[in-house]
């Protein structure tokens, strides 16, 4: 038996009907107007079609979506800030998807350009957001890098864009870690040489530079990176992307030379010469000279590899973050004077390249400063040459 005083709308709108809730029949019925969106009484004709795109009917059934179903994001202005009708989430657009588009939207047109003068945006704007769709890793990654260029851009929505970013990052981690465990093809050796090429990027972007950073000492954020890196460098290890095709040369640009460091010559003279001051050095340990010339080395071999595949201070910035020898990476975790002079000279050509590339900002100056404060004689003298050359001078 019917409830008393109810009268079962039969008649009622689509909308209505899909929430449960009783129709008064007006043309348009009182709930859409005052919800804002099209009642389907309004449009007879265009009733099956809304009724299909409420229900999950396939895509090639359902016709056009109705006219202010929702409002764009005013520019420069979050997707919370604007007001999203209920019909909104109702048709699967809810506000982390209308972010997840901005975040694509802003890589392929501004994050993706940012990179070093001498790689290719289009590999960056086309290529990897394809490659993305099938290994969804990378196209987390991809979101990630997005958000800390936004949070870099945005400061009023910054703390918006470091948690999604975060939260991308993690999923690209997890991804990655799982499909280590898969079958190698070289198409999954790009996807994971990249995400992880993109995940030490990420590294750069969101260490120093916003507010809950501030007291993260530079040099301790250098080390966390380089502690990543070197775990990413089993990427490398596994997948063999680098043997089955030459990575850096499929993202370098290929319509002529490109600009290269002018001072690269004498950067790899000053390496020559810290060597045999380190070898001449008498109140040092020998076995604490050799693995410091081997820091050295391999940082002088970064600078010259050959200029085909990247540009000298290019090597150097990325490539000897992934191959320090494990000794003398502990002895740049215990802060040793020596291995601190080494790190300035690495930032020495940090320094050429943080003009390209806008993750890299702030970082020269910062780590001089506080790897400065660390060095006392002898080892101030072997650093002279770095401190001049990043401007720096004891006040």
């Excluded at 050796?189 to 993109?198: D, E, I, P, V, Y």
């Excluded at 030459?246 to 319509?255: A, E, M, P, S, T």
């Excluded at 990476?329 to 080494?342: E, I, K, S, T």
Aim: hydrophobic letters at 40%; one cysteine or more.
């Amino acid at each position: 038996m019917g409830r008393l005083g109810y009268r079962k709308s039969k008649n009622g709108c689509l909308r209505c009907k899909k929430r449960r809730v009783k129709c008064d029949e007006q043309v348009p019925c009182t709930a859409c107007k005052r919800h804002k969106v099209e009642c389907s009484l309004e449009r007879p004709g265009r009733g099956k079609a809304l009724e299909t795109s409420l229900t999950g009917a396939p895509k090639h059934q359902m016709r056009s979506k109705p006219n202010n179903v929702h409002s764009l994001p005013v520019r420069g202005q979050s997707p919370q800030a604007n007001s999203f009708p209920e019909a909104c989430t109702a048709i699967g657009f809810s506000e982390l998807c209308l972010l997840d588009l901005e975040l694509m939207h802003h890589f392929t047109t501004n994050t993706c350009m940012m990179g070093p003068h001498v790689l290719d945006p289009s590999v960056f704007r086309d290529e990897l957001p394809r490659l993305g769709l099938r290994y969804p890793y990378l196209l987390h990654q991809l979101l990630a890098l997005s958000a800390f260029h936004c949070a870099y851009l945005r400061t009023e929505s910054r703390e918006k864009y470091l948690f999604h970013g975060s939260k991308h990052q993690a999923h690209a981690i997890a991804g990655m870690r799982l499909a280590l465990t898969g079958k190698m093809t070289e198409e999954t050796s790009f996807a994971l040489f990249m995400t992880s090429a993109l995940l030490m990027t990420s590294s750069f972007a969101s260490h120093l530079k916003y507010p809950h950073n501030e007291a993260m000492p530079p040099l301790a954020g250098m080390l966390e990176i380089m502690a990543l890196v070197r775990g990413l460098s089993a990427i490398k290890t596994t997948t063999h992307a680098e043997l089955q095709f030459n990575v850096l040369d499929k993202l370098k640009h290929h319509n002529g030379s490109q600009p290269c460091w002018k001072a690269l010559d004498l950067f790899k003279t000053q390496l020559t010469i810290l060597q045999s001051r380190i070898s001449n050095l008498t109140n040092i340990d020998n076995a604490t000279v050799a693995v410091l010339n081997k820091g050295v080395q391999s940082m002088l071999d970064c600078a010259t590899m050959p200029a085909s595949t990247m540009t000298g201070e290019l090597q150097v910035v990325f490539t000897w973050l992934s191959i320090l020898p494990a000794d003398f990476f502990n002895l740049m975790q215990a802060q040793h004077p020596g291995a601190m002079v080494v790190l300035l000279y690495y930032v020495v050509a940090l320094q050429e390249v943080e003009t390209q590339c806008w993750v890299l900002e702030g970082w020269s100056a910062q780590l001089t400063s506080n790897i400065a404060d660390i060095l006392c004689p002898p080892w101030t003298g072997l650093a002279q040459w770095a401190m001049n050359e990043l401007g720096y001078s004891r006040g």
